[in-house]
T-cell receptor, first 112, second 118 residues
Framework: QQQVKQSPQSLIVQKGGISIINCAYE??????FPWYQQFPGKGPALLIAIRPDVSEKKEGRFTISFNKSAKQFSLHIMDSQPGDSATYFCAVLYYNTDKLIFGTGTRLQVFP | GAGVSQSPSNKVTEKGKDVELRCDPI?????LYWYRQSLGQGLEFLIYFQGNSAPDKSGLPSDRFSAERTGGSVSTLTIQRTQQEDSAVYLC????????????????FGAGSRLTVL
């Protein structure tokens, strides 16, 4: 059973453009929604995260938008740069546990 | 060390052999996770430990897979009678539990162990 659905599977953006990646979840028993970034040959690393009591969180060029009623959250990358080219994973943390489930990933390519 | 260390970094084995993958978490991190990443695929949850206990083993694909953690530190993922479909990168991560429902777990991943079953 897939708990988190992520889209698109791949994304091509021109330098300076906005990259948008979406995730939808099916269970209400989650209380933490992070995004991880993975470069080839490396393990994923935390990029930004949000709690369900806020609707938006911004850190530099990266913003998470969270819609609790729709059970959806998204990552926006403003002014996308070639160095942002990586695979991005959304994730959900089961409430009151340490169990973290990841989405299927989005491969982002930013061309100059 | 400063990060999560996994060994071996690469393992090639023959179908039917057993393999052991090792993870050394960051010192003091109480939670430890194993994920599997197949070529071009997402991160498949396998198991996680809190201390030496595994509250959730639901992600282990079959009874050929097992994992243990000793001393609240090193963990070993064992795959018995390997099959070609076991070929993947096995990622380990650790985190510092900040409270029962703090929701602020930050996982630090190792670089992974790439397993190829011929």
């Amino acid at each position: 059973q897939q708990q988190v659905k992520q889209s698109p599977q791949s994304l091509i953006v021109q330098k300076g453009g906005i990259s948008i990646i979406n995730c939808a979840y099916e269970n209400t028993a989650f209380d933490y929604f992070p995004w991880y970034q993975q470069f080839p040959g490396k393990g994923p690393a935390l990029l930004i995260a949000i709690r369900p009591d806020v609707s938006e969180k911004k850190e530099g060029r990266f913003t998470i938008s969270f819609n609790k009623s729709a059970k959806q959250f998204s990552l926006h990358i403003m002014d996308s740069q070639p160095g942002d080219s990586a695979t991005y994973f959304c994730a959900v943390l089961y409430y009151n546990t340490d169990k973290l489930i990841f989405g299927t990933g989005t491969r982002l390519q930013v061309f100059p | 060390g400063a990060g999560v260390s996994q060994s071996p970094s690469n393992k090639v084995t023959e179908k039917g052999k057993d393999v052991e993958l090792r993870c050394d978490p960051i010192s003091g991190h109480t939670a430890l996770y194993w994920y599997r990443q197949s070529l071009g695929q997402g991160l498949e949850f396998l198991i996680y430990f809190q201390g030496n206990s595994a509250p959730d083993k639901s992600g282990l694909p079959s009874d050929r897979f097992s994992a243990e953690r000793t001393g609240g530190s090193v963990s070993t993922l064992t795959i018995q009678r390997t099959q070609q479909e076991d070929s993947a990168v096995y990622l380990c991560a650790s985190s510092l539990k900040l409270g029962p429902s703090s929701g602020a777990n930050v996982l630090t991943f190792g670089a992974g162990s790439r397993l190829t079953v011929l």
